[in-house]
Nanobody, 124 residues
Framework: QVQLVESGGGLVQAGGSLRLSCAAS????????MGWFRQAPGKEREFVAG????????YYADSVKGRFTISRDNAKNTVYLQMNSLKPEDTAIYYC?????????????????WGQGTQVTVSS
């Protein structure tokens, strides 16, 4: 049974930082590309960041580029999202997802497994 469990969300003031973690189990983690998505109230879920199975060539949505960093530790079966210079518009539920196939990492439909999400709230 595959599980992706996010943690690290919370309430932070604008300009602050948070580090999200996503612990994976029940799959061969090193064979999966990973992504982070987010969904703000009243909006559709959107791509935030993605990383390949080896950790190389991370890629980001324009809205977070230069502020967020995705990384992974295959020995710990964990992917991270370091979020700096947070803005109120970053407020959302953040989800991690795992992708085994060759579909685009930018697209929700490419991902095979999803976590339950962790709430991030940025106050102004």
């Amino acid at each position: 049974q595959v599980q992706l469990v996010e943690s690290g969300g919370g309430l932070v003031q604008a300009g602050g930082s948070l580090r999200l973690s996503c612990a994976a189990s029940g799959l061969t983690f090193s064979r999966y590309a990973m992504g982070w998505f987010r969904q703000a109230p009243g909006k559709e879920r959107e791509f935030v960041a993605g990383i390949g199975w080896s950790g190389g060539r991370p890629y980001y949505a324009d809205s977070v580029k230069g502020r967020f960093t995705i990384s992974r530790d295959n020995a710990k079966n964990t992917v991270y999202l370091q979020m700096n210079s947070l803005k109120p518009e970053d407020t959302a539920i953040y989800y991690c997802a795992a992708k085994a196939g060759v579909g685009s990492g930018w697209l929700e439909t490419s991902y095979d497994y999803w976590g339950q999400g962790t709430q991030v709230t940025v106050s102004s």
